[in-house]
């Protein structure tokens, strides 16, 4: 039953944070409130919130909770929690948060360069990190580069305290080989304090530094080392030179812009160090129903509580709660400023992200329209009855009937849906036809009680299998779920442009596509998607079968004291090395047992 506005007259008018939740009792959306009843009220009041997402918001709403804090800072902090236990659709959420990369500088001896993933707040005594950045790739181009500008060590350090030998990369100058103490540790620090420097920015200093020791070398006739310091200098001038925005203003600071349209909102992200732009990044989110002050307060709490490295000032576009300023400061424990400019070149900065978002904001609907008009020329060719907004594929995999599996692989609006993957271990069809036709009626029989159907089904094929779909579907009474078929020339899964033949209900012969559209290319994409996970599942089952089968002529021990003797030595072939002594140590084997191991290990080749 919707939820009833007259209750709102029930409601404190103390501040705190509300969570509204749907029939199912989820949440969908969590505020906070200076006054919670007030503040109830614009939603459901006629033309109160102007936001586009509210209706939607307010259709679903079954109930309203609310929590009472003594102070506006207690709900913030409240609302920021509340938020990373819920996910609530509504709410702005960064969802990989736990997996961001970072580069680690480590404390040791000879320190080297590490990316690394971010799970919580950082470890300072593992040493110095730089980000985390949401943008994978950027984050590797940083480290290749600085690799090459200071080759440090790239081995563990036990690999480091093992060698007897330099490895290739120092033959390719890309290492200096610590390992057999061929390089200074003075020598080693340097690269290791200017890799540091240049991270944080300090380009000028460094290219500084670098000047005079070439010029030292130089002076000493080491005219090799004196080349190498020159060759380093040009790189950091090539990749410093495309910097073009410079100024004692923006010392050290990050930049926000963000720009929202319809049911789309971008966040601009500017990184300045040292005066110079180092950095950018963009945060995209959809079905947002917080306005712009709380979606800047709820992205600042959520992107810098996560950094190791958080900037004194952050500009802004709007003016957040002062209190936000008193929480992130207290995190981090020095004074980090969050500003909003008025005047001046700090104000052109934040006009200058905002630009940023729109771009962004603009490339990304121009993607969208790119990825519908291909979805609509999919409709029209292949003469579907549903527009393919939501498209599933299945495809099998098993050698000679062994260990039979089956995937499927979901595209939503054009792009790879990951919640929706599955994986079927096979138990009864063992064939490709008998494999397929189970996976089928397990996941649409399934799909069936939720009345959850796909737009467009494809299945790893020809005319067999889309046939054999079809009697599924007929047998399972779904008749909304369009059908083809999707086969490669020769039955050969490559990347070359190959001929495709699409298959579709009752028409006799294939359809052809010029093998450069756009359409066949998404159809390519998912089907070899579904098939890297019917083989991936299938090999991970293989090896699990070929490990158990090994053991079983053990006497006297279970799938139990199996798994648990596979878990301490990792593989058959270390429980063969294993000694008697070695074996004893293993919790949850007895004497008896410990004494059945050895003799049947002892009588192994």
């Known amino acids: 039953m919707p939820f009833d506005p007259r209750e709102l007259a029930l409601y404190p008018i103390d501040p705190g944070v509300y969570l509204m939740k749907d029939a199912e009792g989820r949440v969908l959306y969590v505020g906070k409130a ?11 009041a006629a033309g109160g919130d102007e936001r586009e997402m509210v209706p939607y918001l307010v259709a679903q709403v079954e109930a309203v909770e609310w929590i009472v804090t003594l102070t506006e800072k207690d709900a913030l902090i409240l609302e920021n929690n509340l938020i990373k236990r819920h996910q609530p659709k509504y709410n702005v959420l960064l969802k990989d948060d736990k997996t961001f990369i970072s580069l680690l500088i480590t404390k040791h001896r000879w320190p080297m360069l590490k990316l690394v993933r971010s799970k919580g707040q950082p470890k300072k005594s593992e040493g110095t990190y730089f980000g985390p950045y949401t943008n994978a790739l950027a984050a590797r181009h940083a480290y290749d580069l600085i690799l090459r500008l200071f080759p440090l060590r790239q081995c563990s350090d036990a690999e480091l ?118 950095g950018s990044e963009h945060f995209s989110f959809r079905l947002i129903a917080s306005n712009d002050e709380e979606l800047i307060e709820t992205f600042l709490l959520q992107h810098y509580g996560l950094m190791g490295d958080v900037p004194k000032e952050i500009l802004l576009p709007l003016a957040p709660a002062g209190s936000l300023e008193e929480i992130l400061s207290e995190a981090h424990g020095k004074k980090i400023a969050l500003i909003r400019p008025k005047i001046g070149k700090k104000r052109d900065l934040v006009e200058m992200a905002t630009k940023n978002a729109e771009a962004l904001f603009v490339r990304e609907q121009d993607e969208r329209s790119l990825r519908e008009k291909m979805l609509l020329d999919l409709q029209e060719t292949l003469e579907l009855s549903r527009f393919p907004r939501r498209i599933e594929c299945f495809d099998t995999s098993h050698i000679s009937g062994t260990n039979p599996v089956a995937s499927l ?4 609006d054009g792009e790879r849906d990951k919640k929706r993957t599955k994986l079927f271990r096979i138990r009864k069809g063992s064939e490709d036809y008998g494999s397929m036709q189970e996976a089928l009626l397990r996941h649409f029989t399934r799909e069936k009680e939720k009345g959850d159907f796909c737009d467009l089904l494809i299945v790893d094929g020809g005319k067999g299998q889309l046939n054999l779909a079809l009697q599924v579907f007929q047998e399972l009474g779904i008749a909304s779920i369009d059908v083809i078929g999707l086969a490669k020339e020769g039955a050969r899964h490559d990347k070359g442009l190959t001929q495709e033949k699409i298959f579709i209900p009752h028409r006799p012969d294939p359809i052809l596509v010029n093998p450069r559209s756009p359409m066949l290319f998404l159809l390519q994409q998912i089907r070899d998607e579904a098939h890297r996970l019917a083989i991936g599942y299938h090999r991970k089952r293989r090896t699990k079968t070929t490990l158990a089968s090994e053991l079983d002529d053990l006497p006297g021990i279970g799938p139990v004291k199996k798994r648990l003797l596979l878990s301490h030595y990792g593989s058959v072939r270390s429980l063969k090395a294993a000694s008697k002594e070695s074996l004893a140590q293993v919790e949850g084997l007895t004497k008896k047992d410990v004494e059945q191991i050895w003799q049947f290990i002892s009588g192994c080749p």
């Open 34 to 44: 200076k006054n919670l009843r007030s503040r109830l009220k614009q939603y459901f």
């Open 161 to 278: 305290a093992s060698r007897k030998r330099p490895c290739l990369l120092y033959d390719m100058k890309r290492c200096p080989a610590p390992c057999m103490n061929l390089c200074s540790e003075e020598d080693y620090g340097k690269m290791a304090e200017g890799a540091v420097r240049l991270l944080k920015g300090q380009d000028k200093e460094v290219v500084r530094e670098l000047r005079a020791a070439m010029h030292a070398a130089s002076e000493r006739l080491e005219f090799e080392k004196a080349d190498a310091l020159l060759k380093t200098i040009l790189q950091i001038e090539h990749v410093t030179t495309v910097q073009h925005v410079e100024g004692a203003f923006a010392k050290d600071c990050d930049v926000l812009g963000i720009c929202r349209r319809a049911g789309g909102v971008v966040v601009a992200l500017l990184q300045f160090r040292e005066g110079k732009i180092v």
């Open 409 to 412: 692989c979901c595209f939503t």
